[in-house]
C-alpha cells in the first residue's frame, strides 16, 4: 500500500518531468526534473512550513519566560508543567506546533527517498548534471560499492571523477547548518544551553547526512541541497539571518526603541514667584522682617 499511494505516483511523477525535459531536448533532463520536483514539494508543503517556523520563533520568544518558570519551580516538576501549559496558553502557542507539521512530512520525504532509488529511475540514460557524470552514483552498478570507490586514496574511480562528487557533501552540510543556525534564534536575557544543544545535534546530524551522501546515489543529494537552498530563502523571509547574526538579534532584542526618534522630554513649569522674591527683585536685598513693638 505505500508503494501504490506515495511511492509509485512520486516515480511516475519524476518519469513525466524526465521525459517531458528529454523531449524539448533540454539538456541534464533528469536533474532539472529532481529539482522541479523539489521545488513543487515545498510548494505543497508551504503552509506546514510556515506554520512550523512560526511557532518555533513563538516559543524563542517564550525562553526568557520559561527560564524564569525553571528557575522559580524546577524543584516541583508538577507546578512547572502546569505553570509551563498556562504560559503557553496565555500566549496562544501550541508547544506542538513546530514538531506536527514535520511528522506529516516526513512521511513524503521517506517517500521521496525510495522513489530516487527506484529501479525505473536508475535505469535512465544520461543521467549527468553539469560537472557530475552519473546522478545514479555513487551506489551505481559500475561503482565500487559503499565507501570503497572514494577510500582508501587514491580513489578507486580517479580524482577527476572523484573530486565532483565530493562537492556534494560539502553542499549539503553547509546549507543544512546555515537553516539550523537561522532557524534557532538566541533567548534575549535567557539561557541559551538549548539553543547550543540545537546546534550541535545539526552539526552531528549534518555530518551524518553528509557521510550518506558518499554512499547513496547523486540525486538523493541534489534534491536535499536544493530542499535546503528553498528552506534558507523561505525561513530568511519569515525570521530574518536569526542565529546567523545573533549580535543584531540581541541587539534588536535588548533596544527596541533604536531607529526610532527619541521621544521628547517633559518640560517642568518652573514655580511661579512668591512675594518674598518679588520683594527681592524689586528693592534688590533680602525682605525685611518687621519690626515688634516694645511694650
Not at 195 to 210: D, E, P, Q, W, Y
Amino acid at each position: 500500500m505505500w508503494d501504490t499511494l506515495i511511492v509509485n505516483p512520486l516515480v511516475q511523477g519524476l518519469l513525466f518531468l524526465n521525459n517531458a525535459f528529454q523531449s524539448l531536448g533540454i539538456p541534464y533532463h533528469f536533474g532539472w526534473a529532481i529539482i522541479v520536483l523539489t521545488i513543487i514539494f515545498k510548494v505543497v508543503t508551504l503552509p506546514l512550513n510556515l506554520k512550523q517556523i512560526r511557532a518555533i520563533k513563538a516559543q524563542q520568544e517564550l525562553q526568557p519566560k520559561l527560564a524564569e518558570l525553571q528557575k522559580k519551580y524546577g524543584k516541583d516538576r508538577e507546578r512547572l508543567a502546569q505553570e509551563q501549559m498556562k504560559l503557553y496558553k496565555e500566549a496562544g502557542v501550541n508547544p506542538l506546533g513546530g514538531c506536527l507539521p514535520l511528522l506529516i512530512q516526513w512521511p513524503i520525504l521517506i517517500a521521496l527517498f525510495s522513489a530516487l532509488r527506484h529501479p525505473s529511475l536508475a535505469s535512465i540514460e544520461n543521467a549527468s548534471f553539469f560537472f557530475l557524470a552519473d546522478l545514479h552514483c555513487p551506489s551505481c552498478a559500475h561503482w565500487p560499492q559503499g565507501i570503497s570507490w572514494l577510500w582508501p586514496f587514491p580513489p578507486a574511480v580517479g580524482w577527476n571523477v572523484a573530486l565532483p562528487y565530493l562537492t556534494l557533501p560539502a553542499l549539503l552540510i553547509v546549507t543544512q547548518i546555515v537553516l539550523q543556525k537561522m532557524s534557532t534564534v538566541p533567548a534575549p536575557g535567557g539561557d541559551n544551553s538549548q539553543a547550543r544543544t540545537m546546534n550541535t545535534i545539526s552539526i552531528v546530524f549534518s555530518l551524518i547526512f553528509g557521510y550518506y551522501s558518499l554512499i547513496f546515489p547523486a540525486s538523493l543529494s541534489l534534491y536535499y541541497i536544493v530542499f535546503n537552498l528553498f528552506s534558507i530563502v523561505q525561513q530568511y523571509f519569515v525570521t530574518g539571518w536569526g542565529g546567523l547574526r545573533p549580535q543584531a538579534v540581541a541587539a534588536g532584542s535588548a533596544n527596541p526603541g533604536v531607529g526610532k526618534p527619541a521621544a521628547a522630554l517633559p518640560t517642568e513649569t518652573p514655580p511661579a514667584p512668591t512675594k518674598a522674591v518679588e520683594s527681592v527683585s524689586k528693592a534688590g536685598g533680602a525682605p525685611k522682617r518687621p519690626r515688634r513693638k516694645r511694650k
